[in-house]
């Protein structure tokens, strides 16, 4: 089995710094594409930013040149450093990855953290 756990989450003023991170744990046989997923109340699911294992990313619109996504292949972690924090970046952030994971034969799927609260507010 495969865990994501995330950290890093809290309370931010308007303007302010957060960095999220998430680790990897499990039988990995490999990790493809990672990413971050936020939902706030009454809304839906979204993409944050997302990268793949070499590298490329992607942004949603609303978070481009704030955010920045980054990994670490040998710690199965990625991060995301979170700038110029809004009011609106108020949700709850979930890590996301595709993992293939053993016994043999390796079968790749979708894993999910348990979340955490950023919240920006003054």
């Known amino acids: 089995q495969v865990q994501l756990v995330e950290s890093g989450g809290g309370l931010v003023q308007p303007g302010g710094s957060l960095r999220l991170s998430c680790a990897a744990s499990?039988?990995?046989?490999?990790?493809?594409?990672m990413g971050w997923y936020r939902q706030a109340p009454g809304k839906e699911r979204e993409l944050v930013a997302a990268?793949?294992?070499?590298?490329?990313?992607n942004y949603a619109d609303s978070v481009k040149g704030r955010f920045t996504i980054s990994r670490d292949n040998a710690k199965n972690t990625v991060y995301l450093q979170m700038n110029s924090l809004k009011p609106e970046d108020t949700a709850f952030y979930y890590c996301?990855?595709?993992?293939?994971?053993?016994?043999?034969?390796?079968?790749?799927?979708?894993?999910w953290g348990q979340g955490t609260q950023v919240t920006v507010s003054s």
């Open positions: 996301n990855a595709d993992v293939g994971s053993y016994p043999i034969p390796v079968v790749f799927r979708e894993y």
């Open positions: 499990g039988s990995i046989f490999r990790i493809n594409a």
């Open positions: 990268i793949t294992s070499g590298g490329s990313t």
